[in-house]
């Protein structure tokens, strides 16, 4: 097969998508010519970890920018690559985004998205495309938020001079079906189904230099494979064949249905052929984060001292024998 570059992430990464210096070595580059920019901005799970954000990535069209989910910290950490430089992703420069589905690490950053985005200077609705349910969130959301609206447009607050922008705080939530559901000078995004617990999509972003798949949480789908077919990079997520093991059964059952193991993406990559990998939302458990109440009757006690160790030494027996 042709050379495939991969890279595992877990904190902010920007990736410039220009050439590598090395061919094979992991990393990510500081400098490109690149117009296009894949910025992850957050990688984790439902896993408190405070060192990964959810799920949720930029990509970075010259001085535009286009988010694909918004999980917890998603703002902070769209200021964070603002601060190195990815301006484009200032919270009030936030305007378009797409969302994979509707699971709560995937959104839970929604409101900050919505309400930090509109105080960091947002000047119109921020636009959304997702499955059904979306609209339903959105307007809930913003129900919910309605004394904050009020508070800061009446006469006395603090956003009662944004008078030429009054709609900024808005949200126009669009439900999408498979297909081209977005278009600019600067990008075309199609939405492909995924397999997951829910109506899910996947996106394929093709900008004036790179072709960008996503693929939100799935099982592996022959729709990613086309959807990618030779692209220039392909975001995937993946969860560790060792560490499965070694979770409760109801845990492995669902991610044999809804999610794709480390061994079933290498065999997709095969297919797919992305010049470049990037692996993300793999379950991990960093140190001193003990495995949620729910999983203890599988594996009692259960506390790992380093994330290496976790993945790579322990065995479920050993863990149980030493707890
Ligand atoms: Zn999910
Ligand atoms: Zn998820």
Redesign the pocket.
Known sequence: MKFVRIVILIGLASLALGPLAHRGKCQIQKASAARTKAVLLGTGTPVPDPDRSGPSTAIVVDDRAYLIDFGPGVVRRAEAAALRGVTAARPGNLTVAFVT?L?S??TAGYSDLIFTGWTSGRTAPLEVYGPSGLQSMSEHILQAYRVDIETRTNPNGPMRDAGRFPDAWKVNAHEIKAGVVYKDDKITVTAFATK??ME?YGYRFDTPDRRIVIS??TNPVDEIVKACDGCDVLIHEAQSVELLPKLPASIQSFVAK?HTTTEQLAELARKAKPKLLVIYHAISFPPGIALPDSYRPALPRMRCTRRQEFFRTRSARDIRENS
Request: hydrophobic residues 10%; without cysteine; charged residues 20%.
């Open positions: 589905h699971h690490d995937h997951h617990a899910s939100g949480d809804y």
